[in-house]
């Protein structure tokens, strides 16, 4: 059974990855390589990962399509977004809760690898989906 414990398990090894990638690699490389260096070590621990996925458009009941593509959907749980920036800009949160909307996933993790230290900056959010789970 999914649990928020389950979720927050992934979460935590994802981020102990995302760290792993940031302490090997160091800030200043494109996005791009830091996703392709974090689905190795996730795929290696045992995690399901789909890259770059499209996300359809719901509008008042109707799928749209749409160009919207997430950077890492993991466990087909969390939805990871990726930066390389020198500052995180308030769009990019809006962004993944946007993507946790519009998929239903309970957990998300905006995390940037452009900065000295990766947990200060990451931002991770939660969806109603998740408080409904059962906490263990």
């Not at 996925?53 to 593509?69: M, R, T």
């Not at 920036?85 to 690898?113: C, E, H, R």
Request: aromatic content about 8%; some cysteine; overall charge neutral.
């Amino acid at each position: 059974m999914i649990t928020q414990k389950y979720i927050n398990d992934i979460a935590y090894k994802i981020v102990g990855w995302a760290i792993e990638v940031h302490k090997n690699l160091g800030p200043g490389l494109l996005e791009s390589v830091y996703q392709t260096c974090l689905i190795e070590e996730l795929s290696d621990s045992g995690l399901i990962v789909q890259s770059q996925l499209y996300v359809s458009i719901k509008y008042k009941g109707k799928v749209l399509g749409g160009p919207l593509k997430l950077d890492l959907l993991v466990n087909d749980l969390i939805i990871i977004e990726l930066r390389a920036v020198d500052v995180m800009i308030p769009l990019y949160k809006a962004q993944l809760l946007s993507y946790l909307k519009l998929t239903g996933k309970p957990k998300g993790l905006l995390l940037n690898f452009h900065c000295e230290n990766i947990v200060e900056q990451m931002i991770p959010l939660v969806t109603a989906e998740f408080s409904k789970l059962p906490k263990s």
